[in-house]
């Protein structure tokens, strides 16, 4: 029986008591010496202590059960801050408030110092952040598994209107959340070549040799689960190299040279995402998805050879791999490889045992996205993997002879290998081919990834797709980024919605409740004053919480259309500008966005957005019924603080190109309504809040597709037949918004007309100013406008990222609740 240590009861004067114990021994000062930094170190490691606490709680529940545990591999993390989470998860958010009072401490502003991991960019980390908060609430046996980045993506600065990038320096000060574990430091093989030598059996077999070793140290950070003792495990891998510097070089006076080797090597974990437009930024991507693979795969087979030891038919009953997008497809190589020659087990074996515990997420339905890795490049980081997938595909592509005799076509679409003078491997297909099951994000994702993208693997094997609906957790968007309308849901329906998100319904017949319409109108508003005091800090100007606050916060692509959203600024400054007496609804636009630092046309754009906003917020003639805000530096805090006070939520990305969208959801739960088209999620955002409360507009997908086949001549139909579109687009032409870059602009113009505008602003501009123009109408009724957001707020359920992770542990994983008991109570 295993024995199951306490856990001691908090209160504020024990808090308080832990928090002197972690300023004194933590950072080594008293409290008349701590500094902000020192308060917010000693607090995080205070809350630390109790997470260690309930981890060694869920460790000996594991060791007793031996419960089947998903892996969930991911080449980011998206944390957020994770202090004031924490404390709500843990309970404990009004026993530190009382014991920092008793300090003459304020909680929040302690809170407020604390600065976002660089872990991941967008949609992808948020959503693996947001399932391991699900699956650590929902007492999911569960190990996530990502990179330690030294610097993160980047910091953004804007400069005269464009896109800086600096270093986030997110480690300087350390980050109390994380535990080195240097007993599970592994050894990861790189580089030489495959020898063939023979076995004992005096057979020859594939050997590889002439390999150097990067060590792997994993830095674990806790994950607590809401309401519950379970805790999870982000085991994130720093590179650390295993050659020391050459001494006889350092004593000869090259002190840099001494280093070489060992700097080149740790570099494998230095920055998120390197430019892989070189073959430099290339090689080091392809280092940092082998490199997360086989530190992940090594450490997950130790932990089952300490229990199982080479009992590996026993593999698909203990463990699960899921591959969130292609970045690791490459476990698929990796388990191979570690089965056959580590573990000796046979070729067939090993590849049913591989199929049995992979299954993988597909992300995006662009082909560009879609990774392939040139193989001589990867042959010369991991040339017995390359050995392994030709294996792969040989055998792959001889069942399909036989399954598609005399179809050589559908042999090359399956295939593995892209043929061609520069052969790649097409790490889609790899990781359709080693899963089990394979999911889309978002019904209309699922479909068109079936139909459009993999279609002959769809009709290979109909039965390894399926769709999950991507979720959000509700404890991040909802208790820690808007407490004002958490706890007014809770006044009206009670406890527990937080980890049933489906009793939202409840709220539905408040819809047209005269008080819950004020109460949800009034908090709305002193979010938004919130909001603007936060947005004077950071761009100077102090929006009119009384406006319609029109939000677009996410990546910057082409696809995801902030091009349209300006136009439609654009278009709204012209009408005030030919007729300054028009009545125009005032408006606030917000925007928040990275673009990658190689992406030209995505940081044109930005450019653009600035531009608008030089002209529009400086004009008298529309002050008071325009601005447009850029705030510097999206990420989660920002979110955080931007989401409760929008009204508006663009998600007007080209139909049939989103996979899903979450920001869609974060909002809609927040209570802004949708203005978006019939892509990703927004279809089922739309049945579940019904048509009338959602601002759809635009074509959709097939429309797309069909309105591609025209080709260039289209864009130049449409601006003869709309001449306030050919004026907006004349705007872009002639560098009304672009200052003195207007050459450097005028790109963004010929995308539109001499590219036949891919993305189709024109083609759904004046849908989109339609929808537009209804929202105006009806943010003119508050009441009714506080209706429709109700109803949102209450359709929200089926968006949780619990139910998501439901439906992978049911249907992918086949993984069962462990709950971890109180001590307490094991005592009784």
Known sequence: MVEYPSIEEQNSSVFLKRFRHWLRYGRGVEMYQATAADHLAALKLTVRERLVDQAVLTSARYREEDPKTVHYLSLEFLLGRLLRNNLISLGLLSVAREAMAQIGQDLEEILDEEVDPGLGNGGLGRLAACFLDSLATQDYPSFGYGLHYDYGMFRQRFEKGWQVEYPDQWMEGGYPWELTRYDRVLDVKVGGRVDWRPNERGKHKPTWVDWRIIRGVPQDILIAGYNTLTVSVLRLWSAQASREFDFHIFSQGDYLKAVEGREHDEAVTKVLYPADYTQAGRRLRLFQEYFLVSCSVQDAFNRFRRRHGDDWEALPDKIAFQLNDTHPALTIAEIMRYLVDEAGVRWTAAWNITRAVCSYTNHTLLPEALETWPIQLMESIIPRHVQIIYEINRRFLESMKERYPGDPGKLHRLSIVQEGSNKSFRMAHLAIVGSHKINGVAKLHTELLKTRVVPDFAETWPERFLPITN?????????????????????????????????????????????????????????????????????????????????????????????????????????????????????????????????????????????????????????????????????????????????????????????????????????????????????????????????????????????????????????????????????????????SDAAELRPIWSSLMEHGDHYMHLADFRSYIEAQQRVDALFADPHAWASAAIRNIAGMGYFSSDRAIREYAENIWDLRRVPIPNPAEVED
Request: charged share 30%.
């Open 471 to 739: 979720g959000i957790t509700p404890r991040r968007w909802l208790l820690v980024a808007n407490p004002r309308l958490a706890k007014a849901i809770t006044r009206r329906i009670g406890k527990g919605w937080e980890s049933e998100l489906d009793r939202l319904l409840e709220l539905e017949p408040l819809a047209e409740d005269p008080d819950f319409q004020e109460a949800f109108l009034e908090i709305k508003r002193e979010n938004k004053v919130e909001l603007s005091e936060r947005l004077e800090k950071l761009v100077g100007i102090r929006p009119d919480p009384d406006s319609l606050f029109d939000v677009q916060i996410k990546r910057l692509h082409e696809y995801k259309r902030q091009l349209l959203n300006i136009m439609h600024v654009i278009w709204r400054y012209q009408r005030i500008k030919e007729n300054p007496d028009i009545r125009m609804l005032p408006r606030t636009f917000i925007f928040g966005a990275k673009a990658a630092p190689a992406y030209d046309m995505a940081k044109r754009i930005i450019r653009l957005i600035h531009g608008v906003a030089e002209v529009v917020n400086q004009d008298p003639d529309v002050r008071g019924r325009i601005q447009v805000l850029f705030p510097p530096d999206y990420r989660v805090t920002l979110a955080e603080a931007i989401i409760p006070g929008a009204d508006l939520s663009e998600q007007i990305s080209t139909a049939g190109m989103e996979a899903s969208g979450t920001g869609n959801m974060k909002l809609a739960l927040n209570g802004a309504l949708t203005i978006g088209t019939l892509d990703g999620a927004n279809i089922e955002i739309a049945d579940a809040v019904c048509r009338d409360n959602i601002f759809i507009f635009g074509l959709n997908a097939d429309e797309v597709e069909e309105a591609r086949t025209m080709g260039s001549s289209q864009p130049w139909k449409l601006l003869r037949k709309d001449p306030e579109l050919a004026q907006v687009v004349q705007s872009l032409a002639d560098g009304k918004f672009a200052g």
